[in-house]
């Protein structure tokens, strides 16, 4: 059965995004520990000298906060941020960057290896995926994706929201969604679809261990979860895994 959801991903989500975009930073700034917890979901990747020589791919970058994240964390990095929408790229490529950071205009599940060499200059030592995952229309072909971007031995971080494991936080994120996200979405947005889509995909979207064994049976290895704290405890959660058949 095709879920609203499911016929959103397909056809409009990107537009959604596009609109929302000039309002999505305030909107992310109102969460507390937002960006807090993309910079701890950066660290659990582990990159070490500061990402000196290493490739890193940032895919769904958004209006560039998880680009932001990475780049604290390995500033000596090339960084590739990805984003389907042309109005998050925007807002993003419009900040200032003191790093080896672009922005491309691509589906990240419709990326290859070829896609990496070209606009990386070789595979990726790391991937991270925040809030990306349960936005696309096929979460497999995602990972797919990632296993053949990544070296071997490199390492995936998703960052994501699941909460089919636990009816508690079924039931904070249900309040906080129509308590304050979606009447402050509809304020600042001007309409209120993107943030109801939220809602209902969180809802929808896989659990953490139903997660945890997808990302084991497309490939991947070493696969984790840690969850991040605050009011979000349970509700988000880093995802890590890595492509086998090398070291770190």
């Known amino acids: 059965m095709t879920t609203t959801t499911g016929r959103m991903k397909t056809a409009a989500v990107t537009d959604e995004f596009d609109h929302a975009a000039g309002a999505y930073d305030r909107l992310v700034g109102a969460n507390p520990g937002y960006h807090r917890d993309l910079r701890r979901s950066v660290r ?20 560039g906060a998880s680009t932001a994240a990475l780049l604290a964390a390995a500033p ?11 109005g998050m790229l ?23 290896s070829a896609w990496a ?11 991270l995926g925040a809030y990306l995952i349960r936005n696309v229309p096929d979460p497999d072909a995602l990972l797919r994706s990632v296993l053949e971007i990544l070296r071997p031995g490199g390492r995936l971080a ?3 929201y699941s909460v089919a494991d636990s009816p508690s936080a079924r039931a ?40 945890l064994a997808r990302m084991r049976a497309i490939g991947l290895e070493s696969v984790a979860s840690a969850p991040l704290t605050g009011w979000q405890y349970g509700i988000t959660h880093t ?8 070291a770190w």
């Open 44 to 63: 659990r990747l582990r990159l070490p000298d500061r990402g000196e020589g290493m490739r890193l791919l940032d895919l769904g970058c958004g209006t």
């Open 76 to 86: 000596k990095a090339r960084i590739v941020a990805v984003d389907a929408s042309q």
């Open 90 to 112: 925007d807002a993003a490529r419009a900040k200032t960057w003191d790093g080896d950071v672009v922005f491309h205009r691509a589906r990240a599940e419709e990326l290859s």
């Open 117 to 127: 060499h070209e606009r990386l200059g070789g595979p990726a030592d790391a991937v």
């Open 158 to 160: 998703l960052h994501e």
């Open 172 to 211: 904070v994120w249900t309040a906080v969604c129509w308590g304050v996200i979606i009447p402050s979405g509809r304020a600042l947005a001007g309409r209120a679809d993107l943030f109801r889509y939220l809602w209902r995909s969180v809802l929808e979207f896989d659990g953490r261990r139903e997660l």
């Open 239 to 246: 995802f890590v895994g890595s492509r086998p058949g090398g």
